[in-house]
Structure formats: structure tokens, C-alpha cells
């Protein structure tokens, strides 16, 4: 998987990025599969390389556009939200953070498989894991 956010909310992208893509052009080859997570952020410079690749036909790099496909997953019940994590606060607490982000900056809740800081997500995230939480899915 290449590209995406990283944990602080910087780009994940790196000089090793479009190397790992322009290797994969040189080669032709049809393994490995090349993931690429991209966003409104993406480079126009890194999505030339990837559509470079995708020009081959082999079948890659799928791409993932975290602002599209991942909002849109449990609607068709692709994935199940995980449970809140660690301190497993109380609905209250979750609202309050939406309301007052800066008294619950180390707020941690479990977002498909990764840990995130709560008031980081945006609010239809933080919605769906407050509805989850309230209804226990």
C-alpha cells in the first residue's frame, strides 16, 4: 500500500513512492499488486506515474480514494466500524469532544483498524462511531 495519511495527518507519500511505481512500469510485471491511496492532496506529479502504470493493463495500481471509498463502505456493509477503543468513553463524552475539541485532544478511538485521535476525524466520521457506540453494532 503506498501513499494515504500518516498518524500526525501528514502525507504518507514519499521519494520511495513514485520509485516503487516506476519500478513496477519498468518491469511490466503482473505481481506484485501495487495499492495507491490517494486523496484531494495527491500530487499531480505522482498521479502521472500511476497512470503511467495504469497504462501497462496489468491491472494496477488499484487505487483507493480514501475521501470517496471509505465513507461509502459501511453503507454497503463492506466493513463494520470497530467498537470505540481503549477507555471505551461514554456517548457524552464523545458529543462533548465534537463540542469542545480542545478539552479532548487525547481522545483515541479504533477507525478501520487504525487508532486516530477523535477530534481529528471529521464530524461524519466522529458521527458514525458515536451512533455505532450508542447502538452497540
Given at each position: 500500500m503506498l501513499?494515504?495519511?500518516?498518524r500526525d495527518g501528514r502525507s504518507g507519500v514519499n521519494p520511495l513512492t513514485a520509485m516503487v511505481l516506476r519500478v513496477a512500469r519498468a518491469?511490466?510485471?503482473i505481481d506484485p499488486k501495487i495499492n495507491l491511496r490517494v486523496?484531494?492532496?495527491?500530487?499531480?506529479?505522482?498521479?502521472?506515474?500511476a497512470a503511467e502504470l495504469t497504462r501497462l493493463g496489468l491491472g494496477f495500481p488499484q487505487y483507493a480514494n480514501d475521501e470517496?471509498?471509505?465513507p461509502g463502505l459501511p453503507r454497503f456493509r463492506a466493513?463494520?466500524?470497530?467498537?470505540?477503543?481503549?477507555k471505551h468513553p461514554q456517548c457524552g463524552d464523545l458529543r462533548d469532544a465534537q463540542r469542545h475539541p480542545e478539552l479532548h485532544q487525547n481522545l483515541v478511538v479504533r477507525v478501520w483498524g487504525w487508532s486516530r485521535y477523535f477530534c481529528?476525524?471529521?464530524?461524519?466520521?466522529?458521527?458514525?462511531?458515536i451512533g455505532r457506540?450508542?447502538?452497540?453494532?
Open positions: 501513499g494515504g495519511v500518516r518491469v511490466a510485471l486523496d484531494r492532496h495527491t500530487g499531480l506529479e505522482l498521479l502521472a506515474v470517496v471509498v471509505i466493513i463494520r466500524l470497530p467498537a470505540v477503543a481503549a481529528e476525524l471529521d464530524e461524519a466520521y466522529q458521527n458514525q462511531i457506540h450508542i447502538y452497540g453494532a
